[in-house]
Antibody
């Protein structure tokens, strides 16, 4: 069965950095696009970033562009989100989610991890 | 960016009720519309995709309809497990966007 397990969350001061990981299993990771979605406490879902199956096409929300970097290591079946210059408004639970086969467009997010909490506070 | 607007924000209902949630897109998205269910402290779960198609394992009391800019999610006979927050999402184009959510609560 498909399983996505996030890790790497925690507390960090404004301006700091964190690297989130998402370990995937139960499917051919290298065939699928992947996404990061976040949810601030008590708020709705916000898409953050997406990566094509082969890592060549990257997409970012305007709110994180230039600060966050999405990447993947298909040899380790792992998705990453490098978060730099963190702001208090980045405080949220971060979910990884599986996108479409090869392309992220025109496919819903069919499997989600349990999430990892990031708290940005001084 | 395509804006997704859900209504109502909160819906109070009883077990056995039929409930409908509406989602409107700021421009046509054809039928590239998904619905997710989220319970407190849990990840979202895909219920419906491409407007009317039920994800495997989702009970048939859930149904989706619509195309273009207006969509609905209907739960035909609300069960205790259905009290949750529901989100619509357009996935026709980057950036992928969600509605603000509809909380279905016990009346």
């Amino acid at each position: 069965q498909v399983d996505l397990v996030e890790s790497g969350g925690g507390g960090v001061q404004p301006g700091g950095s964190l690297r989130l990981s998402c370990a995937a299993s139960g499917f051919t990771f290298s065939d699928y696009s992947m996404h990061w979605v976040r949810q601030a406490p008590g708020k709705g879902l916000e898409w953050v970033a997406a990566l094509s199956f082969d890592g060549t096409n990257k997409y970012y929300a305007d709110s994180v562009k230039g600060r966050f970097t999405i990447s993947r290591d298909s040899s380790k079946n792992t998705l990453f989100l490098q978060m730099n210059s963190l702001r208090t408004e980045d405080t949220a639970t971060y979910y990884c989610a599986r996108g479409g086969w090869q392309t992220p467009e025109y496919e819903p997010f069919d499997f989600w991890g349990q999430g990892t909490m990031v708290t940005v506070s001084s | 960016d395509i804006q997704m607007t859900q209504s109502p924000s909160t819906l109070s209902a009883s077990v056995g009720d039929s409930v409908t949630i509406t989602c409107r897109a700021s421009q046509s998205i054809s039928d590239w519309l998904a619905w997710y269910q989220q319970k407190p402290g849990k990840a979202p779960k895909l219920l419906i995709y491409k407007a009317p198609f039920l994800e495997a394992g989702v009970p048939s009391r859930f149904s989706g309809s619509g195309s273009g800019t207006e969509f609905t999610l209907t739960i035909s006979s609300l069960q205790p497990d259905d009290f949750a927050t529901y989100y619509c999402q357009q996935y026709t184009s980057y950036p992928w966007t969600f509605g603000q959510g509809t909380k279905v609560e016990v009346k």
